[in-house]
């Protein structure tokens, strides 16, 4: 099974315990690897927006013919205009690492991730996403963000799409991965003051010669007045 499956799979089963599925915002959606799970789960429409426009593109191939499933290709961020797309590469060729931000401590334990090209995006922010395109967020009730190491910049333009949500499923990072990306504590500040406690964790390990350590996760959020 998928990395990502297994990992959407370990955290919904929790926000369906606490609120009945509506939708699902997914920024960073990659392959759109969790559909078929969100699916499963009840939700009723997946809005999917990814930055890289090679992924993008793949992802109206596989799912432009489904009703129940939009795309969107943009870097959801703090602003709205364009912005450079680091194609953060590893040594196999997946370019899910690349982000708006320069790579840092990622790059001390994973010494074979390159960064070959950086591409010009259109960066909007998720508030100003919406309302120009009609988004009715009634519709919605879980926001899920893995956008590596840009989580914060997500949340920071989203003041009313996270007041519309039940649940937040967020990659954090323990260490700087990426150069100026926040780290875990900075995320759960951020959210409870959004209205979100941290309900589950997971975490993820990195290696080098030297050093083995905890480096980045998943936390899911619930509304903090769910059961």
């Avoid at 799979?9 to 990659?30: E, K, T």
């Avoid at 799970?37 to 993008?56: D, M, Q, T, V, W």
């Avoid at 690492?97 to 320069?102: K, T, W």
């Amino acid at each position: 099974m998928d990395e990502h499956v297994q990992i959407v799979n370990y955290f919904l089963g929790d926000f369906v315990r606490a609120a009945r599925p509506r939708g699902v915002i997914h920024v960073g959606a990659h392959e759109g690897q969790e559909v078929e799970s969100y699916l499963a789960c009840g939700f009723r429409k997946i809005l999917l927006i990814e930055a890289n426009p090679e992924l993008a593109a793949g992802l109206h191939a596989r799912f432009g013919d489904r009703p129940e499933i939009a795309v969107h290709a943009f870097a959801a961020a703090d602003v709205d205009g364009e912005l450079a797309l680091h194609i953060h590469t590893s040594r196999s060729g997946s370019v899910e690492p690349a982000s708006i931000l320069e790579l840092k401590d990622f790059k001390k334990y994973v010494t074979t991730l390159h960064t070959p090209r950086t591409v010009a995006v259109r960066g909007r922010r998720l508030d100003s996403f919406v309302a120009e395109e009609r988004i009715d967020l009634a519709d919605y009730n879980l926001l899920t963000v893995d956008v590596q190491g840009a989580e914060l910049k997500v949340f920071a333009g989203a003041a009313g799409v996270l007041a519309a949500m039940q649940g937040v499923l967020s990659e954090v990072n323990v260490i700087e991965m990426y150069d100026g990306g926040a780290v875990e504590p900075q995320i759960v500040e951020f959210l409870a003051g959004a209205g979100f406690r941290r309900a589950k964790a997971t975490y993820h390990e990195l290696y080098n010669e030297s050093e083995r350590r905890p480096a980045w996760g998943e936390v899911l959020f619930l509304r903090s007045d769910l059961a």
